[in-house]
């Protein structure tokens, strides 16, 4: 078959799968579109997102110390598809599609175009990113695709030209630099890259056909690779700069990131057990991305190129445990980052398994569906808690407008933000003390402080991360007496004197208005609550 007809077809299974992809994504994470929202952080990006539609600088009306990326990408959703929550959860479908298309694309690359296990891997980081946090619109979930890309660009380049290398040097940077503006916990990866470079521009990748041996003493491609990574950070260094705003982003990217990862974290052997919870969460993958480091080992006498990117991904899963790690807090959501180099790995040593112990007189269909058994008793069961979180989301939909209080998947922050929407005059205030800050948006109202996300102001950490005297901000916010306020449950994390001196305040001016759940709603007292029809 001439190769333009192999090239084409390839080109219309590629596109194929990426629809499929898609919809599957979309089926996955529809019943999360109906919640009002899922975590504060999500929250936050969209506010910070809003506030640049409003004219406002990141940083300058909303504080947040992650890098600018992630508030353009909700940008761009709300500008794209509307500025309901709606548009960020659609983004969160095209991200993990993607994802996976090009994890797809990478088993191909490393298994000589097997479908079964590209298929597999693509289908279990769509189903396993929906538990674990990862059904709201997090970071993680928009970074990913970057460093996938990133990843294939370079797993490619052992079979090119160094033409094509060159460019593919640079352009895995520039992946790895937008990723770095999305989140900072990528730089473990970004070296891991390095290093590969490195290595194949000294000719470490020589043998079996290899091309390595041309790049001895050439250093364009680590520089080409540099170049790209620090560009992105560069580009937005300048531009705050020009437009006056260096401050702001220095103290929220440079500064209270510097704080964030001096303290605040767990202990040492709380994440130590966060982590071991995390390895029987998702055991399977972790076992084959260890194992799959001693299978590229034995691969380096035979085929030193494929071991060569069997190491790469295994470098890449251990970095994104490691940037995971970084902050010492140890989210759930932060090791979303880990399943895409996971199920490569797992998907890419079971086919190797099958393909080096075949069954006396088996036929290649008997073979893959050998293979298709194992990889689904492997990978099956940790789908499960995915597709319960699917589900689950899917009963928000039923009870998205209901009032009743016994229902677990009733949207309680949508129940409350319809009621002050109602209530609320157009000179009314709110202010959001330790519940959604997406309520600010859900009752159209402005926001009495920048630091929206609850920890800024309740958590002595976190405080210190926003370089904020928080009882300070809150008296300030307090004197100016917001007409309503919403107040969820206590936690542990909260400094006990702040929340007592808040409390003696707001039972002094307040009454309640509504409560739902744990979560109150305030309102002034001597005020004449009169809807707005």
């Known amino acids: 078959m001439p190769a333009e007809t192999v090239t084409e077809s390839a080109r219309i299974r590629g596109l194929i799968a990426l629809g499929v992809l898609l919809i599957s994504a979309l089926a996955l994470r529809l019943g999360a579109f109906s919640l009002s929202v899922i975590d504060w952080d999500e ?68 298994t000589d175009r097997a479908e079964l296990p590209a298929s597999s891997a693509a289908l279990a980081y769509l189903v396993l990113t929906t538990a674990g946090g990862g059904l709201a619109s997090n970071t993680e979930l928009f970074f990913v695709p970057l460093v996938c890309s990133a990843f294939l660009l370079q797993i490619r380049t052992t079979d090119r030209s160094e033409r094509e ?88 990217n440079i500064v209270a990131n510097f704080v964030h990862v001096g303290g605040g974290g767990m202990t040492a052997s709380a994440l130590v057990q966060r982590n071991m919870l995390m390895a029987r969460r998702a055991l399977a993958i972790w076992l084959g991305s260890s194992i799959a480091l001693f299978q ?12 060569a990117k069997i190491l790469l991904v295994v470098g890449w899963w251990w970095a994104s445990l490691i940037g995971a790690n970084a902050t010492g807090h140890g989210y759930a959501h932060y090791f979303l980052s880990t399943l895409a180099p996971g199920c490569v790995l797992t998907t890419v040593l079971i086919h190797d398994l099958v393909a080096c112990a075949p069954l006396k007189y088996e036929r290649p269909m008997r073979s893959q569906l050998r293979e298709l058994a194992i990889l689904a008793l492997v990978l099956g069961p940790l789908m499960l808690p995915g597709i319960a979180a699917a589900r689950g989301s899917y009963y928000s939909v039923k009870y998205w407008s209901s009032d009743s209080s016994v229902d677990p998947y009733r949207d309680t922050t949508a129940v409350v933000g319809r009621f002050l929407r109602r209530e609320m005059a157009d000179d009314d205030t709110l202010f959001v003390i330790n519940s959604e800050p997406i309520l600010y948006h859900l009752a159209d109202s402005p926001w009495p402080t920048k630091f929206l996300f609850p920890l800024f102001l309740l958590h002595p950490h976190f405080s210190e991360v926003a370089a904020l005297d928080p009882q300070q901000e809150l008296l300030r916010v307090m004197s100016d007496r917001p007409t309503y306020l919403v107040r969820g449950p206590v936690q542990p994390w909260v400094s006990q004197t702040l929340w007592r001196d808040l409390t003696r305040l707001i039972d002094k001016d307040y009454d309640k208005a509504m409560t739902i759940g744990e979560v109150e709603v305030l309102v002034l007292k001597n005020r004449v609550v009169v809807p707005n029809g």
């Open 43 to 110: 929250s936050v990006y969209f506010l910070m997102a809003r506030s640049i539609h409003l004219g406002e600088w990141p940083y300058e009306s909303v504080w947040d110390h992650k890098p600018v990326g992630i508030y353009l990408v909700f940008a761009v959703a709300q500008a794209v598809l509307g500025s309901s929550v709606i548009a960020i959860r659609a983004a969160a479908v095209i991200a993990v599609a993607v994802t996976a298309f090009l994890m797809r694309s990478l088993v191909l690359a490393l």
């Open 296 to 307: 590229a080992l034995g691969l380096l006498k035979r085929d030193r190129q494929r071991a």
């Open 165 to 252: 290398n060159l460019k593919a040097d640079l352009g895995s940077g520039l992946a790895m630099g937008l990723a770095l503006q999305i989140k900072y916990i990528v730089l473990p990866e970004s070296t891991v890259l390095l290093l590969f470079i490195l290595v194949r521009q000294a000719g470490g990748l020589r043998g079996s056909g290899g091309v390595g041996g041309r790049f001895v003493s050439s250093w364009r491609g680590p520089a080409l690779y540099c170049l790209g990574l620090i560009g992105p950070t560069l580009a937005v260094m300048a531009v705050f700069l020009v437009a006056g705003h260096w401050d702001s982003w220095y103290s929220a």
